[in-house]
């Protein structure tokens, strides 16, 4: 089954309201998905340093890594939130994500940008959005994820948002039946996997699309021949973010859009609490089409 | 319970609010009523059992009114999957659009769509009438077996795939027709058929001879080898 949720804020008002809202849509969507929870908010605060998104296991002491990690790299902020960390620095992926991956095999890199920030765990959506109190955070847009659990194991390697490059991230509903031809055909193009997640391929593909200057609108008319299987997509990106289903559309999506927003999610009570929604033009994204928001 | 001001989501929960409206004594004079703030939760107003009116303001989400008898649902808003799943008689009026599966295996009684329903409306209708005013997606009328489906707008591809003898009146195109689903004659016991629905749908800006029939080409019926791809 799985539950995804997106929601894009037009007015820069409205930013701070971007985490009550999404919590709120996350916790709605534990029906969808019991299994585990993620999401990933755009604040584009930072113009010259990346952020990186790590999770640390138990194993990792924090102070210790703090101090390790202020060694090797200057201008450094962290912020810890649970057992999720974003370090914020102005060092380059190419030399702060082999950097962390040579030093530190408990710790995941999830995510990594000028804007975005990812949280994912296992459990409850409920417990998840108050561990991390997805409510406190603001930004312009953010999509999440609640998942039940079919293609492989309820871990944090398992659970949505993935990302696979630059600010870039996908929740997905439904299951890909060709991903495994697919992962190997793009690790031989040189993308990274973590996972046996058919998601991550997804992900994958669309990032090395992206990563050839190719639009977001053809990257994902490429994935409706490409991708075999059952998808509602939300693609985040700087931006904004997109959706696309497979052309069968048994998958759900309804759109809520007015002045103020674009919500999406898969059922329309996951957006029921968003002011004046009854209002705002609601339907349903059309099988096979891809839809954009953002600047 | 029992009041007609506590069929208000945010005061009851929707068990509350269902078992209340399926067990409405016969006997019992009041038959109107008025459910607040559905939130799109799913299943409401399912299993009702007799003849009462129920308003709901605002949009609901799936199954509702699923396995409906005799009631009249009045929605005034949107609604999810599989609405009026089931259906044995009664109406059920959508006032916005509808998701897919519209009256999905439903035997009997009448969905009145004022805007548009998604993909497989009607899917495995079983005798139920569907009267949509705007259009509908494809694979609508995927395997239905008997009752009407009438569209005045537009259909999406596969229309009436694998269809059985649900007939199908469209006022606009199918974007392309299913396996063995195939446009028929209109005969004059098709326009009174028609008029009926346009008129239970209150629909006055089409006539009877603005619309299409399609239906089964019963090629599929029995087992036949030529047909193996098509299955």
């Known amino acids: 089954m799985c539950g995804i949720v997106g929601l894009y804020l037009k007015k820069k008002k409205l930013h701070s309201q971007l985490g009550s809202y999404l919590s709120a849509m996350l916790d709605n969507m534990s029906s969808r998905g019991p299994d585990s929870a993620g999401f990933a908010i755009y604040n584009n605060k930072e113009k010259k340093r990346y952020k990186y998104s790590l999770c640390l296991s138990k194993k990792v002491n924090l102070n210790n890594f703090e101090e390790d990690i202020k060694k090797n790299f200057k201008n450094l902020d962290i912020k810890t939130i649970s057992d999720h960390t974003i370090l914020y620095t102005s060092a380059k992926p190419q030399k702060f994500i082999p950097f962390i991956k040579k030093n530190y095999e408990n710790i995941l890199l999830i995510g990594y940008g000028k804007s975005i920030e990812i949280f994912k765990q296992v459990g409850s959506p409920k417990d998840i959005v108050k561990k991390f109190n997805l409510d406190q955070f603001s930004g312009s847009h953010g999509i999440g994820h609640t998942r039940m659990a079919t293609e492989s194991a309820i871990t944090i390697d398992g659970s949505h948002p993935y990302s696979t490059g630059e600010d870039e991230c996908l929740v997905h509903n439904g299951s890909l039946s060709n991903h495994n031809n697919l992962r190997r055909e793009l690790i031989k193009k040189g993308q990274e996997f973590h996972s046996l997640n058919d998601t991550e391929v997804a992900a994958g593909y669309i990032s090395n699309k992206l990563s050839k200057n190719k639009s977001m609108k053809n990257t994902l008319t490429d994935c409706l021949s490409n991708l075999d299987g059952f998808y509602t997509f939300i693609v985040g990106t700087n931006n904004g973010f997109a959706i696309l289903r497979d052309e069968i559309a048994c998958k759900p999506a309804v759109i809520a859009e007015n002045a103020n927003y674009v919500a999406v999610a898969s059922e329309f009570q996951a957006m029921a609490h968003l002011p004046n929604v009854n209002k705002a033009k609601i339907y349903e994204p059309e099988p096979g089409v891809v839809y954009t928001w953002g600047k | ?231």
């Open chain 2, 1 to 231: 319970m029992g009041k007609i001001e506590n069929l208000d989501f945010k005061k009851n929960s929707l068990r509350k609010i269902n078992s209340f409206l399926q067990n409405i004594s016969y006997k019992n004079n009041k038959r109107e009523f008025t459910v607040k703030n559905p939130r799109g939760e799913h299943a409401i107003c399912a299993g009702l059992k007799e003849n009462i009116l129920v308003k709901i303001n605002g949009h609901v989400g799936y199954y509702c009114g699923g396995m409906n008898q005799k009631a009249k649902i009045v929605i005034d808003g949107n609604a999810g999957t599989g609405l009026g799943e089931n259906m044995m008689s009664g109406t059920i009026h959508v006032k916005g659009n509808t998701s897919q599966s519209t009256g999905a295996t439903a035997h009997g009684g009448t969905i009145i769509v004022d805007g548009n329903a998604s993909s497989r409306c009607g899917i495995s209708m079983k005798g139920v009438d569907i009267i949509v005013k705007g259009s509908v997606g494809h694979m609508s009328g995927f395997m239905a077996q008997a009752g009407t489906l009438l569209v005045c707008g537009n259909a999406g591809e596969a229309l009436g795939d694998s269809i059985y003898e649900t007939v199908i009146y469209i006022a606009g195109n199918p974007k392309s027709l299913g396996v063995d689903c195939i446009e028929k004659k209109i005969t004059k016991n098709d326009i009174k058929k028609i008029e009926n629905l346009l008129k239970q749908g209150n629909i006055n800006k089409l006539k009877a001879i603005n619309f299409k029939k399609f239906g089964s080409a019963r090629k599929l019926y029995n087992f036949n080898i030529d047909n193996a791809s098509d299955y």
